[in-house]
T-cell receptor, first 113, second 110 residues
Framework: NAGVTQTPKFQVLKTGQSMTLQCAQD?????MYWYRQDPGMGLRLIYY???????DKGEVPNGYNVSRLNKREFSLRLESAAPSQTSVYFC????????????FGSGTRLTVV | RKEVEQDPGPFNVPEGATVAFNCTYS??????FFWYRQDCRKEPKLLMS???SGNEDGRFTAQLNRASQYISLLIRDSKLSDSATYLC???????????FGKGTKLSVIP
């Protein structure tokens, strides 16, 4: 099925460990995004990539890095995980024209202990 | 003032009821508006876009009031399957980034 695929679905990390969350879309969308969702905080933008080859910071970029590997793939890296990064992470993509909104992946539930 | 504000609820309504949610936004230059639905422990999914003239999709009606900077969603004849959190979403002028409200939780009761 066409859409946005995220891996892994669940992950437990120890403080200080690193990991990369993977995201791929097969809808030929230009723009891709990483959000985190915390209870009572709503969805907050971490980083986005307007098009292949570009990335920009969102609202809460500290502690994260991203790579737009190609048009399909956009990865999020935690270099040194902290308990404050315990969250649900969603990747999303959109066409240039955003009237159709975003398509989200099913999320990664990350716990940092 | 927060960019996008919603009443968190929960709204507990019986099956068949009509329920309305409102959402206010702070950026008067905002250009695009959406309602998303999020089921428990799932990703947000686009419910409908909101157009200036108002729009309807089956039991769902969305309206936009630019002068007062609010968006509404009306659900008629509520079904048990409508139970979810409804997210108000706004795109600012010259941007393609979505700004989300924190969501309004709806529970439809048998």
């Amino acid at each position: 099925n066409a859409g946005v695929t995220q891996t892994p679905k669940f992950q437990v990390l120890k403080t200080g460990q690193s990991m990369t969350l993977q995201c791929a879309q097969d809808m030929n969308h230009n723009s891709m995004y990483w959000y985190r969702q915390d209870p009572g905080m709503g969805l907050r933008l971490i980083y986005y990539s307007a098009s292949e080859g570009t990335t920009d910071k969102g609202e809460v970029p500290n502690g994260y890095n991203v790579s737009r590997l190609n048009k399909r793939e956009f990865s999020l890296r935690l270099e040194s995980a902290a308990p404050s990064q315990t969250s649900v992470y969603f990747c999303a993509s959109s066409a240039v024209r955003t009237d159709d909104g975003y398509t989200f992946g099913s999320g990664t539930r990350l716990t940092v202990v | 003032r927060k960019e996008v504000e919603q009443d968190p609820g929960p709204f507990n309504v019986p099956e068949g009821a009509t329920v309305a949610f409102n959402c206010t936004y702070s950026n008067s230059a905002s250009q695009s508006f959406f309602w998303y639905r999020q089921d428990c422990r799932k990703e947000p999914k686009l419910l409908m876009s909101v157009y200036s003239s108002g729009n309807e999709d089956g039991r769902f009606t969305a309206q936009l009031n630019r002068a007062s900077q609010y968006i509404s969603l009306l659900i008629r004849d509520s079904k048990l399957s409508d139970s979810a959190t409804y997210l108000c979403v706004v795109i600012g002028a010259g941007s393609y980034q979505l700004t989300f409200g924190k969501g309004t939780k709806l529970s439809v009761i048998p």
